[in-house]
């Protein structure tokens, strides 16, 4: 996720971003408000944009276009998972995990103290990107209240997207909104509030019909 040329090529197998044909030619008024704000973006005014559709109307194809169509960004990419027995952040790990480069199945192994890009943090702050992560946290960790290890998640999650977007734009892209887990909505909610000076793009899909106020985004709403 780390290369500046974002294509179809630079996401996960298993990712629907990257299996989708390109087929969004009757789309171009949508595309047109993605392209707008991901430029917004581009300029230091960090978005999120929420395409709204039933199952199948295209959503994944328009945004895997518009990858198709940019350069110069780097890319978080996450699936929500439908059900309850994931675990609590099932979102945010796959999200943290993939702007940080390693691969779920590693997670639980990785020694944040030893990522090149995390030197400089915290233990506690590394602490509480391990936590999402389910690794191995600092034991000063364990003394901190639940309220402050939340206040750490947040400013942590936010920290590693705006430090990853200071090189070249991210895009965070984030599928099926409507399963998203309650605990990483909390945390999605507190970081995109400190996002607007940063350049990242948040994409997420939804199926029509999906609350959205805790959301503030641009809304696209996708119809056949």
């Known amino acids: 996720m780390g290369s500046e040329g974002v294509g179809c090529e630079a996401f996960p197998s298993q990712s629907r971003f990257s299996m989708r044909k390109l087929c969004c030619g009757h789309r171009d008024g949508e595309m047109d408000k993605l392209t707008a704000a991901a430029e917004r973006v581009r300029s230091g005014v960090g978005e999120a944009v929420l395409l709204l559709g039933e199952s199948g109307i295209g959503k994944s194809r328009l945004i895997h276009e518009w990858i198709a169509r940019s350069t110069h960004w780097t890319a978080a990419v996450a699936e929500c ?20 480069d390693i691969e779920l199945s590693r997670v639980e192994t990785v020694d944040l103290s030893r990522n090149a890009s995390l030197t400089t943090w915290s233990p506690t702050d590394r602490s509480a990107l391990a936590s999402v992560l389910e690794g191995q946290v600092d034991p000063e960790w364990h003394t901190l209240t639940p309220a402050a290890r939340g206040r750490a998640i947040n400013n942590s999650c936010a920290r590693v997207l705006r430090e990853r977007s200071s090189v070249v734009p991210m895009a965070v892209l984030i599928e099926d909104l409507h399963w998203i887990d309650e605990a990483s909505r909390s945390v999605i909610e507190a970081v995109l509030a400190t996002l607007d000076t940063s350049r990242v793009l948040v994409i997420a899909t939804a199926r029509m019909g999906y609350a959205t106020e805790w959301l503030p985004a641009t809304t696209i709403r996708l119809s056949a």
């Open 81 to 100: 998972s439908q059900g309850t027995s994931n675990g609590p952040y099932d979102l945010l790990k796959k999200l943290v995990a993939s702007a940080l």
